[in-house]
């Protein structure tokens, strides 16, 4: 059984930088596509950012240049490093394995002066 454990979430100021990470455990980690998720309230889940076994990623528009996806397969993890935070990223964040559709408990990132 694969599960993701995300960490890092908190309240930042606009314009602060937040490092989101997510253990995987249970999965072929270092085969699978990974995906930052985000969900802000009265709003659907939408792609922040996917990474590949090749290294290459995808990044929405909504965050390109700020945000950054990579990962660290000895290590079973996927990080979100996000900078130049503005109160529009207030979501709770998810963690997929999208090979396996497996999804994490998801982390609350607060972005408020």
């Known amino acids: 059984q694969v599960q993701l454990v995300e960490a890092g979430g908190g309240l930042v100021q606009p314009g602060g930088s937040l490092r989101l990470s997510c253990a995987a455990s249970?999965?072929?980690?270092?085969?699978?596509?990974m995906g930052w998720y985000r969900q802000a309230a009265g709003k659907q889940r939408e792609l922040v950012a996917a990474?590949?076994?090749?290294?290459?990623?995808n990044i929405a528009d909504s965050v390109k240049g700020r945000f950054t996806i990579s990962r660290d397969n000895a290590k079973n993890t996927v990080y979100l490093q996000m900078n130049s935070l503005k109160p529009e990223d207030t979501a709770v964040y998810y963690c997929?394995?999208?090979?396996?559709?497996?999804w994490g408990q998801g982390t609350q990132v607060t972005v408020s002066s």
């Open positions: 249970g999965s072929l980690f270092s085969i699978n596509a």
């Open positions: 997929k394995d999208i090979r396996s559709g497996y």
């Open positions: 990474i590949f076994t090749s290294g290459n990623t």
